[in-house]
């Protein structure tokens, strides 16, 4: 099938990266042919800009990134944004209050930095993401009160993340944002992601065909979790990851027979791409 695709979307945590957050000696390998075959690569994570810089050396053979969850597109090799798309402050406001009446710690994440209350970074067990502390010391800067900075700093957040204690508070601010204008997405733990409506990975993706001259059928989405579920319906091919969730493994069109810690990713360019 070598030939039919031009472009392979890859999701980062549980799809590209292993469970220790690092991409493997096969997947860089198979990513480089890709690119060496002509066709292009690119991360479609909801990871900010600023926190793809410690796997910045990782990602080398990846030209492209969509971040944020289809917030921002980035040529990573030119050092240039193809589409910036900010949440408007009265919903990023109105999301930051809902989840904080629930209880939720709040990261705000703009195209080029990452705010969070820094002591925060010690409750990341709490969350069930205890793997992301060392990221979140890392690039994150003070942030004392969310609704401050974003009153002090409007529409330039093009993501917030919500990370609930309990599945129960997180299903609260998904009701009270009913109707909000932003678009609200589920992902690890409890967390609840929140980005400008119509703002998804798959509508950041269709920025960046459209850059360059290809079109969805021309994608192969590779994802695992529940914010992918938009980018496999509307790519060309939806590839679910061996571990990925039941509502992405029944978006998908096809499954892996790898998971991310055994080269799901390279399994994928290998059939598809090669």
Request: glycine share 8%.
């Amino acid at each position: 099938m070598a030939g039919t695709y031009r472009l392979i979307a890859l999701d980062m945590d549980g799809t590209l990266l292993t469970t220790d957050k690092r991409v493997s000696s096969a997947t860089s390998a198979a990513l480089r042919r890709l690119t060496d075959s002509g066709a292009c690569a690119t991360i479609a994570t909801g990871r900010a800009y600023r926190e793809l810089e410690p796997l910045r050396h990782d990602l080398a053979p990846v030209r492209y990134a969509v971040c944020a969850n289809g917030a921002v597109v980035m040529d990573l090799w030119e050092h240039r944004s193809v589409s910036v798309t900010t949440i408007p402050n009265h919903g990023a406001i109105q999301a930051v209050r809902a989840g904080l009446a629930n209880g939720c710690l709040v990261n705000v994440l703009t195209q080029t930095g990452a705010y969070l209350n820094l002591a925060d970074v010690e409750r990341a067990d709490e969350l069930g993401l205890g793997q992301y502390k060392g990221l979140w010391a890392q690039v994150n800067e003070q942030m004392d009160d969310p609704v401050e900075f974003l009153q002090a700093h409007p529409n330039k957040a093009v993501k917030i993340n919500l990370y609930h204690f309990t599945q129960e508070a997180r299903e609260r601010t998904r009701a009270q944002l009913a109707g909000a204008d932003v678009q609200v997405a589920f992902a690890e733990g409890a967390s609840v992601e929140i980005t400008a409506p119509g703002v998804r990975k798959d509508s950041g993706i269709a920025h960046l065909c459209d850059e360059l001259g290809i079109t969805m059928s021309q994608v192969v989405a590779v994802g695992d979790g529940d914010n992918d579920l938009d980018m496999l319906r509307s790519a060309g091919l939806g590839v679910a990851m061996a571990n990925a969730t039941p509502q992405a493994l029944a978006a998908a069109d096809v499954c892996t027979t790898a998971d991310c810690d055994h080269d799901g990713v390279a399994e994928t360019i290998e059939r598809y791409f090669l």
